[in-house]
């Protein structure tokens, strides 16, 4: 196809930075003609004639004295350009209909306005709200919570007196990232966060609670949809000394399982259920990221109930059948997840400390299993050890657990189902501190020729002993984002990319970033054909949108013909976002 120079090209981009004041003033959509200047012959824009509308339902909570979240409700069919939030001299460009905002002033009445954009930039007119952030903040959830409420706020995040980290040894795990200071950051593919601070059953609260845990995340992120969880699980005795938590959950155990989509409790078979309305499964949008959310799982005399933002979300019927349990939060697949808040209520309780040294997998040795020696000062100052270890055998024989010079029986781990040469069996064995033997030796010894694939020691700390702190290291608050281009070919008459000569082709992008905390300003697009610029589109500080084009086929020549749309950010640092796509031509 033989094509003119577009006219956009004079000036190169400086055209794109001049044509932002030209359709930002304009309260509806440019005519189809108004686009030609943009376009190399041939191409054409299909323009959205549907207006921008205000955004309604305009709130402003809170979940502390120094943030607020703000949520809108967009006006149904448009959207596609994301909307613009502006507060105290600030803007932000988002794709979602929420946003928080952070590190305010708590005593300051603060001003919020949210814009609805188009693809090409045009702006609606504000919806508005007032708020001052320490008014709009309510802290009677904390009412029956056991005190002091963790925040995850620095370094000594994790303390291990009050946590226990279970990472498989990656040291790049958890990090700390900017949330009114610092919160903790999942960025792995696998953690468990073993709280060690009980959960201890007490008198009825109004809310008819005995027991609960609350949690405040923005989380699961969404990196696999249908993969990426939260699990919220209480642990009774001596669960909470298993590795990380996996299926088939442990007797008596419960867990609220979180998806970016809903929540679900799975309980074992032996929870006894009740009489009480049946099980109840929530689905809700899914969490926008940095947005957080405040979730509750309650222990009731008669079920357990899971509630985010104060809505119930997921119940089931039953009794549980201990008094006394461990929380532990376990993400899986959950990478960017944040934490800033969490507590446990019931009856009052303080943390029993203790740690876990990870051993990994057995060595064959001397006619047993062994685990590596443990340096003296992991075990410094503590009150005593438990070895735990996932193992099969050949055949069924007792199996004995070394430390050092000292032995026990090993314990399985309830239900006790005996060894099995192919399937792990979990088994424990205790030992008091201090050792006799200096950076004593770990064994596991059958005559059944035991193989250990994983196991950990959990020590329990004295009063004075001070345990190394995971390695959290700081990361910078995230730059905006410039959406990746989606790009789609069709042909008017048929499918496939396979074209017959002439006719049109509807070339359509689309820039969704839904994972996104915030949009880079879109300066404009352009998109080339064989290494040929047909397109400059300015889209004027847009915060993504969808565009379509329709493409003349009478002169372009048989073949394989390559796509290549490139979206160009306001702030060059933010860097370009492109995408190819080939069609082909076959021959008359």
């Not at 957080?292 to 979300?313: I, M, N, S, T, Y």
């Not at 201090?434 to 950990?456: A, F």
Request: hydrophobic content about 40%; charged content about 25%; proline content about 11%.
């Amino acid at each position: 196809m033989e094509r003119r120079k577009l006219i956009a090209l004079v000036g190169g981009l400086a055209l794109l930075g001049g044509a932002v004041v030209v359709l930002r003033n304009e309260s509806a959509p440019p005519a189809p003609k108004a686009f030609e200047r943009f376009l190399a012959e041939g191409i054409e824009y299909v323009p959205d004639t549907q207006r921008v509308a205000r955004p309604s339902d305009l709130t402003l909570t809170a979940l502390d004295r120094t943030s607020l979240r703000v949520r809108w409700t967009a006006t149904e069919g448009l959207g596609y350009g994301g909307f613009e939030v502006r507060w105290g001299g600030k803007t932000r460009l988002v794709q979602g209909t929420e946003t928080e905002l952070t590190d305010l002033d708590a005593n300051a009445d603060v001003k919020v306005e949210v814009r609805a954009l188009d693809g090409l930039g045009n702006r609606s007119e504000p919806a508005t709200a007032n708020a001052v952030p320490r008014l709009a903040y309510d802290d009677t959830w904390m009412d029956g919570l056991v005190m002091p409420v963790d925040v995850f706020d620095g370094p000594e995040a994790l303390n291990p007196r009050r946590w226990r980290v279970l990472d498989g040894g990656n040291t790049d795990c958890l990090g700390l990232r900017p949330l009114n200071g610092k919160r903790l950051e999942i960025s792995c593919d696998r953690v468990d966060l073993q709280s060690n601070v009980p959960l201890r059953f007490g008198m009825p609260q109004p809310d008819g609670a005995i027991g609960r845990v609350v949690l405040g995340t923005d989380g699961p992120a969404a990196v696999r949809p249908g993969e990426s969880e939260l699990m919220i699980a209480l642990l009774p005795e001596p669960f909470d000394d298993l590795g990380p938590l996996a299926e088939p959950f442990p007797p008596g155990a419960v867990v609220l399982r979180v998806s970016p989509f809903g929540a679900r409790f799975d309980l074992v078979s032996d929870v006894p259920s009740t009489d009480n309305p049946p099980s109840l499964s929530g689905t809700f949008p899914p969490p926008t990221p940095g947005v957080r959310h405040r979730w509750e799982l309650r222990v009731l005399p008669d079920a357990v109930a899971a509630f985010r933002d104060g809505f119930e979300v997921a119940r089931a019927p039953v009794v549980v059948p201990w008094t006394e349990a461990w929380p532990r939060l376990a993400f899986r697949l959950a990478q960017n997840t944040r934490l800033d808040m969490f507590g446990v209520g019931g009856a009052p309780s303080g943390p029993v400390p203790s740690s876990v040294v990870p051993l990994g997998p057995g060595i064959q040795e001397d006619g047993a299993a062994s685990l590596g020696n443990v340096p003296n000062s992991r075990l410094e100052g503590a009150s005593s050890v438990r070895v735990v270890a996932s193992v099969v055998a050949e055949r069924a024989a007792p199996i004995t657990v070394e430390l050092g010079t000292r032995s026990a029986p090993a314990v399985f781990m309830p239900p006790d189902r005996g060894l099995h040469p192919t399937r792990a069996s979990v088994v424990y064995a205790d030992f008091p501190l201090p050792s006799p033997d200096p950076n004593p030796k770990v064994r596991l010894r059958s005559d059944g020729t035991v193989t250990v694939y994983e196991s950990h020691l959990v020590v329990a700390d004295g009063q004075d002993a001070r345990r190394p702190l995971p390695r959290l290291t700081d990361r910078a608050r995230p730059d905006p984002r410039v959406p990746s281009p989606t790009v789609s070919v069709l042909h008017e008459s048929a499918g496939g990319v396979t074209f017959p000569r002439g006719g049109k082709v509807r070339v359509t992008v689309e820039l969704p970033d839904p994972e996104a905390q915030e949009i880079a300003a879109i300066k404009g697009l352009e998109m080339d054909l064989d290494g040929e610029k047909v397109v400059m589109l300015p889209t004027n500080g847009s915060a993504g949108g969808r565009h379509e084009f329709l493409l003349d086929l009478t002169d372009v020549s048989t073949g394989r013909h390559e796509l290549v749309v490139r979206v160009l950010p306001v702030e060059q640092r933010w860097g370009v976002r492109s995408q190819e796509q080939s069609f082909e031509i076959r021959p008359l």
